[in-house]
């Protein structure tokens, strides 16, 4: 009841403030420079001021997505003319969050859903589908893909970049498949680091509290007016979630990085840029494993620690030809290992890509690309995991084209290209898109689009036979046997699953500063993953013959469909000059084919009733003059797996003090309302439940 009465007084509230923004007249104006311009001495010098290093980067749909292909473009267009639903997160809005992770920033993101699964392991997702690999969302840091297709999926706990370091995050909601190809298909997560130029001095920030311990050291130098660099060190020590009963479920993950970034700018036409790290850290699970004596069935839990390692090397070089022509070159090597579960996984990626942004005429500005991608990796599995091929070898090409025509200047624009791709997996494809972006006034837009995108199954999906689940045999009808075993098995023809993306919103700014932006999607999946029974057989006990327990096998096929549909808002403006506020609403549907319902065609791979039907977030940002600052956030989340895990409701706290601009000291609690909640379950593996305590931490942040 009480969160019936939260979730309706925060929505009444919002309905308030829309009327109340609808009544203000001023117009809010947000500028940045790009990172990663080539940039005139007199853009350097301007973007060294500290007021403007907060501020939003406003880029096109299009510099979003092909950042190696426009990353030096002298044309600048805002955020608010894209064909897209797009959302940035400011260096300001990191820096007074409560988070001290990646994931935890992304939930103040509409459409985006977050939770923790245990310990250091995150569901993220966009517009569905959440899971364990985040397997429909594209992350890259840099324009460096952090992607991994041999599980399809991201693993957030290696990505340990300092949040001081990043310039902003910025989330595209739908399918970026026509210029980043493969695998983007409900979205687009791009983390981008500051350039070094904007990061001169040194940084440290250290946090300890009741359940995390992190700390950062940032310094930036440089050498003449051409080179500027930045060197950082990261540390995490996190103790993750707990039982029911606020015990520890593992032991606490320990994390770190090094790395490095240089920036060269011999001339106005060329900048390089080289970045490695370093990573490293041990983590830790709990399981809930079947007992090996299958006449007397039982679980127990047991820990698995494990460990990773990874090296990344990228270097880029962006030249501007002309005020109509610019292109850029970038390569990548990705080196890691992975121990989880008894089982490891070896990674080496090499990438290479070109993009080409050329301005024809004043009515056509295309955008090129090509990219090749060699994978080569070995995983190996554990005693209920193994890979019919443990290495393998794959090569990705792809390139893609897309044009911006503009049919009424600065009024009315189409937008149509096309990503061709060649793998193994799938052959080739294309994934073509249509967009329209109209501005009805100054303070109207209106967009809206069609896209097709795919994602690839993994080298997991197409190759593992894994004991995923254990059942008493009553469930099959079985009552002469205690206990089913079910092992699934991937396929080796998989296909890719596919998307027809449908998505329209609109964005206004109704007066004053306040700004809204609504989108509203159809996503129409088919060649959805499901699990299928093949068969069914005893298990017999030694030297008597007779069946102990029941055998379960099942196959991995592309067997159901899914149509999902929703919509998301974002309002966002100042009650007062000193009260920013923020509010995020995401609803979504989901409205299975009649043949994915269907027993033949099995149960789907990734559990759709794991995202919250509604999401609503409330973000305040108060300054009480210069040096005190009170950043709260409010959110509610619906219910996931059909009511076993409840909706819930959590509160952030930030208290902040700056006694000299160099210094900042915070008080920091997150999920202030309970001692714990549960956040997220994994159906389909034997883990025991996990709940999110309530932590308070102190942090210190000094500039140097």
């Known amino acids: 009841m009480l969160r019936m009465l939260f979730v309706g007084k925060l929505l009444s509230s919002t309905g308030a403030i829309i009327v109340l923004a609808m009544s203000m007249s001023a117009q809010a104006e947000v500028v940045d420079p790009a990172p990663f311009l080539v940039r005139s001495e007199g853009e350097k010098a301007a973007t060294t001021v500290p007021g403007d290093r907060d501020r939003l980067l406003e880029l096109p749909l299009e510099d979003l997505l092909t950042l190696e292909s426009t990353s030096v473009a002298k044309k600048r267009q805002r955020v608010d003319d894209s064909a897209a639903a797009v959302f940035v997160m400011t260096q300001e809005d990191i820096s007074r969050s409560t988070a001290s992770s990646i994931p935890d920033l992304l939930r103040m993101v509409p459409g985006v859903e977050v939770a923790d699964i245990q310990s250091s392991a995150t569901a993220v997702s966009i517009r569905g589908f959440n899971s364990l690999l985040s397997n429909t969302v594209l992350v890259m840091i840099d ?35 026509t210029l980043w190809g493969n695998n983007a298909v409900n979205g687009i997560i791009n983390i981008i680091s500051k350039h070094s130029s904007d990061s001169q001095g040194g940084t440290a920030e250290f946090r300890a509290g009741t359940r995390k311990r992190t700390a950062n050291l ?43 970034r240089v920036d060269f700018q011999p001339d106005a036409r060329n900048a390089f840029t080289l970045q490695s790290d370093y990573s490293h850290g041990r983590t830790s699970i709990a399981m809930r494993r079947v007992s090996p004596d299958l006449s007397r069935p039982a679980y127990e839990d047991k820990r698995f620690d494990g460990h990773f390692e990874g090296v990344r090397l990228l270097g880029r070089w962006a030249r501007t030809q002309s005020e109509l022509l610019d292109w850029s070159l970038q390569a990548n090597f990705d080196h890691g290992t992975r121990r989880d579960l008894e089982a490891r996984m070896a990674r080496d990626l090499a990438d290479m890509s070109f993009g080409l942004r050329w301005k024809a005429s004043r009515v056509h500005e295309f955008s090129l690309g090509l990219d ?9 599995g554990n005693p209920g995991l193994y890979f019919a091929a443990p290495a393998a070898t794959e090569y990705w090409f792809s390139g893609y084209v897309q044009d911006d025509i503009s049919l009424v200047p600065d009024r009315l624009r189409l937008t149509l290209g096309s990503k061709i791709e060649h793998n193994r997996i799938s052959g080739v494809e294309a994934q073509p898109s249509a967009k329209l972006f109209a501005r009805l006034s100054s303070k109207l837009a209106l967009w809206g689009g069609y896209s097709r995108a795919m994602r690839t199954p993994s080298r997991l999906e197409r190759n593992f036979t894994g004991l995923l689940n254990v059942f008493p045999g009553s469930v099959v009808g079985a009552s002469d046997v205690p206990v089913v075993q079910s092992w699934t098995s991937g ?46 057989r005893p298990i017999l006990m030694p030297g008597s013959g007779m069946p102990m327990a029941l055998r379960m096998d099942s196959v991995v096929v592309n067997g159901g469909r899914l149509r999902t549909y929703g919509i998301e808002a974002a309002i966002s403006g100042r009650l007062m000059p000193y009260w920013k506020v923020d509010i995020a609403l995401s609803q979504l549907h989901c409205d299975p084919d009649a043949s994915a319902a269907d027993p033949a065609y099995g149960v789907r791979w990734v559990d759709q009733t794991l995202s919250p039907k509604v999401q609503v977030n409330l973000r305040n940002a108060i300054d009480i ?55 997220y379950l994994m159906p389909n593996l034997l883990r025991p439940d996990a709940y999110a305590p309530r932590s308070l931490s102190g942090q210190v942040r000094l500039r140097f």
């Open 625 to 679: 003059g210069d040096r005190i600052s009170v950043d709260a956030q409010l959110r509610y989340v619906g219910e996931l797996a059909n009511g076993a895990v409840g909706d819930r409701v959590g509160a952030d706290l930030r208290l902040s003090w700056r006694p000299v601009p160099t210094v900042e000291l915070s008080l920091i609690g997150e999920n202030l309302i309970q001692a714990r909640q549960q956040e």
């Open 372 to 380: 090749a991608r060699v994978v080569r990796d070995r995983i190996d």
């Open 218 to 260: 940032s310094y930036g130098g440089r050498h003449g007016d051409a080179l500027s660099y930045r060197l950082y060190a990261s540390g995490l020590n996190d103790e993750g979630t707990t039982d029911a009963q606020g015990h520890d479920l593992a032991k606490p993950s320990i994390t770190g990085a090094i790395g490095t």
């Open 143 to 177: 324009g460096r893909t952090v992607y991994v297709s041999a599980v399809s999926g991201v693993l957030w706990d290696q990505q340990l970049i300092p949040l001081s370091d990043i310039e902003r995050i910025e989330v595209v909601r739908g399918t970026g498949a």
């Open 491 to 536: 396929s080796p023809d998989l296909k890719p699953e596919r998307l027809n993306a449908y998505e329209m919103g609109l964005r206004a700014k109704p007066g004053g500063n306040w700004s809204l932006d609504v989108s509203a999607f159809l996503n129409d999946y088919s060649h959805i993953l499901t699990v299928v029974p093949v068969a069914l």
